[in-house]
């Protein structure tokens, strides 16, 4: 079958469409196994000309959209065009139709919503719709036809990820990305322990409860195996990024993982660290494999809003103390935090303001908080009446989501105009670009000693 794939992602700061996601680009390698001829499309935005291009190229005999909860009206529109003009059934998935399944199937033209993650359930259903006069009832695909509306759990967990293929990742343009970053982007599991507020993390756990193991991780050679073929393919590549928010949570897969990684790769790397779980041994240990960044989540200096709201089980003293011993081990810092959160105040903004101003990391990352679809927070922010009039359209704007009282989104936005102004960010131009190519194989020389 010929599938044109539409990828709905917000654009953001240096980061194109269409964006290489790890679970996509495992779903696209099996679908390419089965046989499918796949095309892909992205679209941060409605882009009329763009669709009927990628429609003219693939000649699809069916859309399949993966749409990001904060890309749902460009996706409307584009299903409208589709729907009144190429009279192409459309089956949706990712983020959006998994924290509002009967929403997405509202969309125009939409047959199908794909809950959850597709290997299994997606991949099953377009075996099966090789037959159009059988309703197919796929675990994990909801429906709605002239008999109703059908709603089937999702199928169990992929639990064996070394299971499934490699990402695919030449539709992304993936080329292009090393050659203009240096970098490759890797996954080492799915799945995150915590269950953070502002995250889609919790809900998405809960969903699969009594379905399978949630937090995963391949088996190191697996990763590494991976890691050696990218390298092959594009020679271009001088770092690693490490996607995984829980990727130094389990001590003693690090442990291994780290090991085999600096005797097998040696490539600098970044990647996140959890500050409640950072310790001077920790430190030492990613920078002796070769890590030169990592990124903590402060969120705010509020203890109220990281803990009450966003239930971090976060303190002050312990992102003091986690980003001090990353410093001591010479590693580069980056924090992020959210302004404009649920109960933020110009006091708490202050405050956020004072502590980074304290901490001094390397690089801050400020965002307008946004009420992400399928959080928490976001159902509080509902329940007092906060959630922005505008919707979606204040994230592609960088506004905060929310707007309360106390706290108005104009007074967020001076705050984050100032801090950005005050604080070295990344709205430029990232550290690692305006490193020349001798200072990058320079690095990678010293690690290489180190290692022998």
């Not at 199937?105 to 075996?127: C, K, N, R």
């Not at 990352?365 to 007092?384: I, K, M, N, Q, S």
């Given at each position: 079958?010929?599938?044109?794939?539409?990828?709905?992602?917000?654009?953001?700061?240096?980061?194109?469409?269409?964006?290489?996601?790890?679970?996509?680009?495992?779903?696209?390698?099996?679908?390419?196994?089965?046989?499918?001829?796949?095309?892909?499309?992205?679209?941060?935005?409605?882009?009329?000309?763009?669709?009927?291009?990628?429609?003219?190229?693939?000649?699809?005999?069916?859309?399949?959209?993966d749409i990001s909860p904060v890309c749902v009206d460009a996706a409307r529109r584009t299903f409208e065009y589709i729907e009144r003009?190429?009279?192409?059934?459309?089956?949706?998935?990712?983020?959006?139709?998994?924290?509002?399944?009967?929403?997405?199937?509202?969309?125009?033209?939409?047959?199908?919503?794909?809950?959850?993650?597709?290997?299994?359930?997606?991949?099953?259903?377009?075996?099966?719709?090789?037959?159009?006069?059988?309703?197919?009832?796929?675990?994990?695909?909801?429906?709605?036809?002239?008999?109703?509306?059908?709603?089937?759990?999702?199928?169990p967990l992929v639990e064996d990820l070394s299971s499934l293929p490699f990402p695919h990742r030449e539709l992304f343009g993936y080329?292009?990305?090393?050659?203009?970053?240096?970098?490759?982007?890797?996954?080492?599991?799915?799945?995150?322990?915590?269950?953070?507020?502002?995250?889609?993390?919790?809900?998405?756990?809960?969903?699969?409860?009594?379905?399978?193991?949630?937090?995963?991780?391949?088996?190191?050679?697996?990763?590494?195996?991976?890691?050696?073929?990218?390298?092959?393919?594009?020679?271009?590549?001088?770092?690693?990024?490490?996607?995984?928010?829980?990727?130094?949570?389990?001590?003693?897969?690090?442990?291994?993982?780290?090991?085999?990684?600096?005797?097998?790769?040696?490539?600098?790397?970044?990647?996140?660290?959890?500050?409640?779980?950072?310790?001077?041994?920790?430190?030492?240990?990613?920078?002796?494999?070769?890590?030169?960044?990592?990124?903590?989540?402060?969120?705010?200096?509020?203890?109220?809003?990281?803990?009450?709201?966003?239930?971090?089980?976060?303190?002050?003293?312990?992102?003091?103390?986690?980003?001090?011993?990353?410093?001591?081990?010479?590693?580069?810092?980056?924090?992020?935090?959210?302004?404009?959160?649920?109960?933020?105040?110009?006091?708490?903004?202050?405050?956020?303001?004072?502590?980074?101003?304290?901490?001094?990391?390397?690089?801050?990352?400020?965002?307008?908080?946004?009420?992400?679809?399928?959080?928490?927070?976001?159902?509080?922010?509902?329940?007092?009446?906060?959630?922005?009039?505008?919707?979606?359209?204040?994230?592609?704007?960088?506004?905060?989501?929310?707007?309360?009282?106390?706290?108005?989104?104009?007074?967020?936005?001076?705050?984050?105009?100032?801090?950005?102004?005050?604080?070295?960010?990344?709205?430029?131009?990232?550290?690692?670009?305006?490193?020349?190519?001798?200072?990058?194989?320079?690095?990678?020389?010293?690690?290489?000693?180190?290692?022998?």
């Amino acid at each position: 079958m010929r599938i044109l794939v539409l990828q709905f992602v917000p654009g953001t700061r240096r980061r194109r469409v269409p964006r290489f996601e790890p679970q996509l680009g495992t779903l696209l390698a099996l679908l390419e196994r089965r046989g499918h001829t796949l095309g892909l499309l992205g679209l941060a935005g409605f882009d009329l000309a763009a669709v009927k291009a990628a429609l003219a190229r693939s000649l699809p005999q069916l859309i399949y959209a993966d749409i990001s909860p904060v890309c749902v009206d460009a996706a409307r529109r584009t299903f409208e065009y589709i729907e009144r003009r190429e009279y192409l059934p459309i089956v949706v998935g990712g983020l959006y139709p998994t924290v509002e399944p009967a929403a997405a199937l509202s969309l125009p033209g939409v047959h199908a919503a794909a809950i959850g993650e597709p290997d299994a359930s997606l991949v099953t259903y377009l075996e099966r719709i090789k037959d159009p006069a059988v309703r197919q009832i796929v675990s994990g695909v909801w429906l709605r036809d002239e008999q109703g509306l059908a709603r089937p759990a999702p199928p169990p967990l992929v639990e064996d990820l070394s299971s499934l293929p490699f990402p695919h990742r030449e539709l992304f343009g993936y080329a292009a990305h090393v050659a203009r970053d240096g970098e490759l982007e890797i996954a080492v599991g799915r799945g995150c322990p915590q269950h953070c507020g502002y995250c889609l993390n919790p809900g998405l756990a809960t969903l699969y409860a009594g379905r399978g193991v949630w937090v995963r991780r391949r088996p190191v050679g697996h990763i590494l195996a991976e890691i050696a073929a990218l390298r092959e393919r594009y020679p271009g590549a001088r770092r690693i990024r490490f996607l995984d928010h829980a990727l130094t949570l389990d001590r003693a897969w690090l442990a291994e993982f780290l090991a085999a990684y600096r005797t097998r790769c040696g490539l600098p790397w970044r990647g996140h660290v959890r500050a409640n779980a950072t310790d001077s041994e920790l430190a030492a240990q990613l920078a002796a494999s070769g890590c030169v960044e990592v990124t903590l989540e402060l969120i705010s200096a509020s203890d109220f809003i990281r803990n009450d709201v966003f239930t971090m089980d976060l303190s002050g003293e312990q992102v003091a103390a986690a980003h001090a011993a990353l410093r001591a081990a010479r590693l580069r810092t980056r924090v992020t935090v959210y302004l404009g959160a649920p109960y933020e105040s110009e006091a708490s903004l202050a405050e956020t303001r004072a502590m980074l101003l304290s901490l001094r990391p390397d690089v801050v990352d400020v965002r307008p908080y946004f009420p992400w679809p399928g959080t928490a927070a976001r159902e509080l922010a509902r329940e007092h009446g906060w959630l922005h009039s505008r919707g979606e359209e204040q994230y592609h704007r960088e506004h905060p989501g929310i707007d309360m009282p106390a706290c108005r989104p104009g007074i967020v936005g001076r705050f984050v105009r100032r801090l950005r102004a005050e604080l070295p960010t990344e709205v430029a131009e990232p550290w690692w670009r305006r490193w020349p190519a001798t200072a990058v194989a320079n690095l990678a020389a010293v690690f290489e000693r180190r290692r022998l």
